[in-house]
């Protein structure tokens, strides 16, 4: 009995209808501009962290 209420309930939100294109392509560009902001911050915490490292290596 519950496995056809989970079925049903999956079937269902099948059947909407999903957004448009301009809904998706707004949620690409979110998601490229997080990935983006990401990476760029790894890259600047790697960068000031070397800088820290090669500061204490040499005073």
């Keep these: 009995m519950n496995k056809m209420l989970l079925w049903s309930i999956f079937k269902s939100l099948k059947k909407r209808k999903r957004g448009g294109p301009i809904l998706e ?3 690409l560009i979110g998601i490229a501009v997080l990935v983006f ?3 760029v911050g ?3 915490s790697l960068v000031d962290w070397a800088q ?6 040499f005073s």
């Design 37 to 39: 902001a990401i990476i």
């Design 52 to 57: 820290v490292s090669i500061g204490d290596l």
């Design 42 to 44: 790894v890259i600047l």
């Design 25 to 27: 392509e707004i949620l």
